[in-house]
């Protein structure tokens, strides 16, 4: 970062130290790569939002683990026999649930892979409007 500009004695021109931090973040943002703008913009978003950050850093890998799975288990805390009792159950009344709840959460995924692919592509375009918008802000 550059230095601020000396003042007139014992005043501060705000306007001329806020127009070079202002300089020194667009020089550095235009220095990044496009997906690294993208990137940046996804965790400042997850930040003001509070998303978790182990749900975004799957997103951002790629890793396709962070969407919902049809296969989900459900476990029991219990110990001897009714155990036994509520895994038998499960066994024996998972198959009907999941005539239902299957289809829910797999066209659930489907729109949580769409949505995030919708959000990277305007992030994208966003990220080069932008870079375009300060190219010619100059001029």
Not at 53 to 69: I, V
Not at 71 to 90: C, E, M, N, Q
């Given at each position: 970062?550059?230095?601020?500009?000396?003042?007139n004695g014992d005043r501060?021109?705000?306007?001329?130290?806020?127009?070079?931090?202002?300089?020194?973040?667009?020089?550095?943002?235009?220095?990044?790569?496009?997906?690294?703008?993208?990137?940046?913009?996804?965790?400042?978003?997850?930040?003001?939002?509070?998303?978790?950050?182990?749900?975004?850093?799957?997103?951002?890998?790629?890793?396709?683990?962070?969407?919902l799975n049809p296969d989900?288990?459900?476990?029991?805390?219990?110990?001897?026999?009714?155990?036994?009792?509520?895994?038998?159950?499960?066994?024996?009344?998972?198959?009907?649930?999941?005539?239902?709840?299957?289809?829910?959460?797999?066209?659930?995924?489907?729109?949580?892979?769409?949505?995030?692919?919708?959000?990277?592509?305007?992030?994208?375009?966003?990220?080069?409007?932008?870079?375009?918008?300060?190219?010619?802000?100059?001029?």
């Amino acid at each position: 970062m550059t230095d601020p500009p000396e003042g007139n004695g014992d005043r501060v021109d705000v306007m001329r130290i806020m127009e070079t931090i202002r300089d020194d973040i667009r020089r550095r943002r235009d220095a990044l790569p496009v997906a690294e703008a993208v990137t940046e913009r996804m965790r400042t978003l997850a930040d003001e939002t509070e998303i978790d950050a182990e749900l975004l850093g799957p997103l951002l890998r790629g890793e396709a683990g962070w969407n919902l799975n049809p296969d989900y288990r459900i476990p029991t805390h219990r110990v001897g026999v009714a155990r036994f009792l509520v895994l038998t159950l499960k066994r024996l009344v998972g198959p009907i649930v999941r005539l239902y709840t299957d289809p829910l959460v797999e066209r659930q995924a489907q729109i949580n892979l769409y949505l995030l692919h919708v959000v990277e592509a305007l992030l994208m375009e966003t990220a080069r409007l932008q870079r375009t918008v300060d190219s010619l802000r100059p001029r």
